[in-house]
């Protein structure tokens, strides 16, 4: 089974930037970062298909987040711009190896077999 560790969480100032990294074990279909926020349930923000440029990103974070990857690392990258308090959360990468016929890859966990184990943002204000 794939396994995914990720990197780059920490405290930022609102307004600030942050770049979170997951590195595969092995290639998978797609790959997206979900986050928690206290008190919340999971949400799916940003997805992409492993080696093509469809990405998928959720309301809140599109415009000020970018997903990009390294395949031959098996590597995705989150690049976080103008952070916001809202964005404090424990974010997640995920990975899925089922190809559903859809032309952008889905936000919603259920599609995502394998989980690393998170790493926390804190925006402060």
């Known amino acids: 089974q794939v396994q995914l560790v990720e990197s780059g969480g920490g405290s930022v100032q609102a307004g600030g930037s942050l770049r979170l990294s997951c590195v595969a074990s092995d290639y998978t279909i797609k790959m997206g970062w979900f986050r928690r926020a206290s008190g919340k349930e999971r949400e799916g923000i940003a997805t992409?298909?492993?080696?093509?440029?469809?990405?998928n990103y959720a309301a809140s974070v599109k415009g000020r987040f970018n997903i990009t990857q390294d395949t031959r690392k098996k590597t995705v990258h989150l690049l976080m711009n103008n952070l916001k308090p809202e964005d404090t959360a424990m974010y997640y990468c995920?990975?899925?190896?089922?190809?559903?016929?859809?032309?952008?890859?889905?936000?919603?966990?259920?599609?995502?077999?394998?989980w690393g184990q998170g790493t926390q943002v804190t925006v402060s204000s």
């Open positions: 992409v298909y492993i080696g093509t440029d469809r990405s």
């Open positions: 995920a990975a899925g190896g089922i190809f559903r016929g859809d032309s952008i890859p889905s936000l919603d966990e259920s599609d995502y077999t394998t």
